[in-house]
């Protein structure tokens, strides 16, 4: 059994993808061709946005959406603690004098908790220039967004929405990418719309932003060898472009295949030893790019039971941001429940082509261990 089946996706688009790629090959513009001009435009009107950047993954994306809002050692970045950590990375990559991190805990969603987070800006909200909160749409699920917008408002906030692992979920019926300033999609292999490689895409409904994020990802420059600011080499290969133009138009329906699967885990499990994941009301659409559960006790055991019957699983994430070696000196605001989940988790596979033999024998596994 595998954890995502990738093979099956490329059977499903090779037939379509491979005479695109042999016309690339022919044709020559693989950086910057038009294919990618082409992804851009699909991708930000299936997710609702005016405008979008393909960029060469989703840490760089993370990289350019916080250079777009000229942060300085004044400013603050607000994120919560089990994140992935390309989200420090990118703060503490930044080409520019660093802002400081705060770090706040997750509530029962998995999500910013934004009863920590309003509580530390009632305190501390004064103490900087700028706040910027970064929005993390975890496992599939949806932040809670209008009370993130209300926050914005409230405290004169920035947001990026870090919807790497939400592509296609949404929160009251909309996708998301509504409240952010800048929104950045991972587009790794194993997301659910993934490439045949690294790559990543930027949206916004700024047009100041986007053209300077044009930049950005081009050494700084909009016209060729005129630098304006300390850009990088973050472009989108076309051949990528190509890849993800073909698995979009394929995103909707595999994602109602993964919700399926995820019906069923729900269903179907009822060993009182496992945490099954909740999702909010808000959550109109969850895409469930991770099936996490949680498990009361002997993890460990529990897995290696699991893949005694074959089945892989993944703890997403083991160690939280304010436990890694490279964080020094940045903020803890909460994080008492990440680190009593990061104990706890566990990632089931999940992926559209599950067999129903599959599905079973997860959940039989499952139930029977004790």
């Given amino acids: 059994m595998q954890f995502n089946n990738l093979s099956r996706q490329w059977q499903e688009i090779g037939d379509s993808v491979l005479p695109l790629i042999n016309e690339l090959g022919l044709r020559g513009d693989f950086i910057n061709g038009k294919a990618v001009e082409n992804f851009e435009a699909e991708f930000a009107e299936y997710f609702g946005s005016k405008y979008g950047v393909g960029i060469s993954n989703g840490t760089d994306a993370l990289k350019i959406a916080l250079q777009l809002l000229d942060l300085s050692s004044k400013d603050l970045v607000i994120m919560p603690a089990n994140t992935f950590i390309a989200d420090y990375l990118a703060v503490k990559n930044l080409p520019t004098n660093q802002p400081k991190v705060a770090l706040v805990d997750h509530d029962e969603f998995f999500m910013i908790n934004v009863s920590d987070l309003e509580f530390f800006l009632e305190n501390e909200r004064q103490n900087y220039n700028k706040v910027v909160v970064m929005a993390v749409h975890l496992y599939g699920h949806c932040c809670n967004m209008e009370a993130l917008q209300s926050l914005k408002e409230k405290f004169g906030l920035l947001i990026i929405e870090d919807c790497s692992q939400s592509h296609g979920t949404r929160y ?47 050494y700084g420059s909009s016209v060729k060898y005129h630098y304006d600011e300390l850009g990088n080499n973050h472009r989108l290969d076309t051949i990528q472009a190509i890849v993800l133009s073909a698995k979009l138009k394929r995103l909707s329906s595999w994602n109602d295949k993964k919700q399926k699967v995820a019906d069923r885990f729900m269903s179907g499990i009822n060993n009182p030893l496992i945490i099954l994941p909740s999702k909010s009301q808000d959550c109109t659409y969850h895409s469930y790019h991770i099936f996490c559960i949680r498990v009361r006790k002997e993890r460990d055991s529990f897995m290696n039971f699991l893949s005694d019957a074959s089945i892989p699983t993944i703890i997403h994430y083991p160690i939280p941001i304010n436990k890694t070696k490279i964080f020094q000196d940045d903020i803890i605001v ?18 559209a082509f599950m067999s129903d033999d599959e599905i079973e024998l997860i959940i039989n596994t499952i139930n029977s261990w004790r």
């Fill in 172 to 218: 009251k019926d909309k996708f998301l990418g509504d409240v952010g300033d800048v929104s950045v999609y991972s587009l790794y292999p194993g997301k659910n719309l993934g490439a045949m490689g690294d790559a990543g895409i930027l949206t916004t409904n700024d047009e100041t932003l986007y053209k300077r994020a044009k930049s950005l990802r081009n």
């Fill in 334 to 351: 909460s994080c008492s429940n990440t680190e009593q989940t990061c104990d706890e988790i566990v990632s089931l596979p999940i992926h």
